[in-house]
């Protein structure tokens, strides 16, 4: 499985993947810092990678249907400092990494994670 990690995400996330043995390259590492959704979910899917982003306008299912990537990760902690969303994340990697991915819409709150 090969990761995307939005700019919204600390980039320390890239290491714990590879360390895990998953591919992941970050957004601000490809220059594509603050470009339109649609294009990061284009060149997502072009690459095959699992975004990963705190960023709710990309769950929108009607204009980004999950069925069309790799999967998309919606992470909604219930702090955004960055410390906070680092363990945030760390906490459910795990638990996501067990799931199929491929397809799906994953949006990870404190209580769940709902897939779409």
Request: overall charge neutral; cysteine-free; charged content about 35%.
């Amino acid at each position: 499985m090969k990761f995307k990690i939005d700019e919204n995400l600390p980039v320390e996330l890239r290491d714990d993947l590879k360390a895990l043995g998953y591919e992941a390259d970050t957004v601000p590492d490809e220059g594509l810092m603050g470009v339109p959704d649609s294009k990061l979910l284009e060149r997502a899917r072009d690459e095959d990678r699992v975004l990963l982003t705190m960023d709710k306008g990309i769950a929108d299912v009607r204009r980004f249907p999950p069925r069309e990537y790799a999967g998309i990760v919606l992470f909604r902690p219930a702090s955004t400092g960055r410390g906070e969303v680092l363990q945030f994340v760390r906490r459910h990697l795990p638990d996501i990494l067990a799931l199929e991915l491929k397809g799906w819409l994953l949006i990870v709150s404190e209580r769940s994670i709902r897939v779409r």
